[in-house]
Every structure is written in C-alpha cells, then in structure tokens.
C-alpha cells in the first residue's frame, strides 16, 4: 500500500534552515510527479513546491521562491524539501504529496502524508 512519511520537522529560529524528507513506499516512485504542501494555523493548504517524476523540473511558490529548494532520489525513493531562510510565516503542519498521472501542473494529490510540524519562532 502506498505510504508517504515525513520527517525533519521542528523548531527554529528565523533565518535558520531545515531539511524535510519524504520516504515512498508501495508504488514506483520515479513515475510520479511529487509534490509539498503546507497548512498554516488558519490558512488554507497551500502549495509549496513540486518536482517532476525524473527531477528535471521544479515550481515554487512564490512566498517560498529562492529560498528552498524540493529535490528527489529515485533511487532511494525519496524526496527532500530544503527549507532556508526561515520566516514565522513559514510555520505550519508540512505534507508530502503523490499527484495523480497525467493531471500535472494541475493540483490534484491522490496520496497525502501525516505531516511534519515545522515550527519558526524566536
């Protein structure tokens, strides 16, 4: 069965960095589109950054846009959300994502992890 599990999360300063990480298991990983999402207190789900099935191809949010970076390893069926440059805003609840075949660039995840807390205070 398909699993998606989030790890990495925690407190930090502004201006510091994390390094979220995604393990896959249960489906061929390198044939699918993966993707971040975010839910801050109050606020929507919103799209963070997604990645091409092979990794050539990347899209940021603009609120997050130069400051981190989404990456995969098809060998180890991974995918890596590097954070830097930190801000409170970039508090909340973090979701690694399966999109569905043949819908990308559209929104449409079919599989959702249970999310890691990541938490920006001074």
């Known amino acids: 069965q398909v699993q998606l599990v989030e790890s990495g999360g925690g407190l930090v300063q502004p201006g510091g960095s994390l390094r979220l990480s995604c393990a896959a298991s249960?489906?061929?990983?390198?044939?699918?589109?993966m993707s971040w999402y975010r839910q801050a207190p109050g606020k929507d789900n919103e799209l963070v950054a997604d990645?091409?099935?092979?990794?050539?191809?990347?899209n940021y949010a603009n609120s997050v846009k130069g400051r981190f970076t989404i990456s995969r390893d098809n060998d180890k069926n991974t995918v890596y959300l590097q954070m830097n440059s930190l801000k409170p805003e970039d508090t909340g609840v973090y979701y690694c994502?399966?999109?569905?075949?043949?819908?990308?660039?559209?929104?449409?995840?079919?599989?959702w992890g249970q999310g890691t807390q990541v938490t920006v205070s001074s």
């Open positions: 249960g489906f061929t990983f390198s044939r699918y589109v």
């Open positions: 994502t399966r999109i569905r075949i043949g819908v990308w660039p559209a929104k449409s995840p079919d599989y």
């Open positions: 990645i091409s099935s092979g990794g050539g191809t990347t």
